[in-house]
């Protein structure tokens, strides 16, 4: 038995998505214990984040990022190389 059997019976409708714009239906199938304080916290830290690496990324040059990446996989390899 659902506690909220209303809130079950409407997550349960339909196939995700209607023709008038996205459903959240999705929210309603979440458990409840994903949807604490901390992750909340977590998921905006983790949105800040990309917000700040995508900034860093539209700021940079195409040259610039072809570097980091050179760098980032050299680094990769030399570490690889010595385990």
């Known amino acids: 038995m659902h506690i909220y059997p209303h809130i079950y019976r409407f997550s349960t409708r339909g196939?995700?998505?209607t023709g008038d714009g996205d459903n959240f239906n999705y929210l309603l199938d979440m458990p409840n214990r994903s949807l604490t304080e901390e992750r909340v916290l977590g998921l905006k830290k983790a949105t800040k984040e990309s917000k700040a690496k995508l900034g860093d990324m539209q700021r940079?040059?195409?040259?610039?990022l072809w570097m980091r990446d050179l760098t980032n996989?050299?680094?990769a390899t030399e570490k690889k190389k010595y385990q």
């Open 73 to 75: 996989f050299l680094d």
């Open 15 to 17: 196939s995700g998505r």
């Open 60 to 64: 940079s040059s195409v040259q610039d």
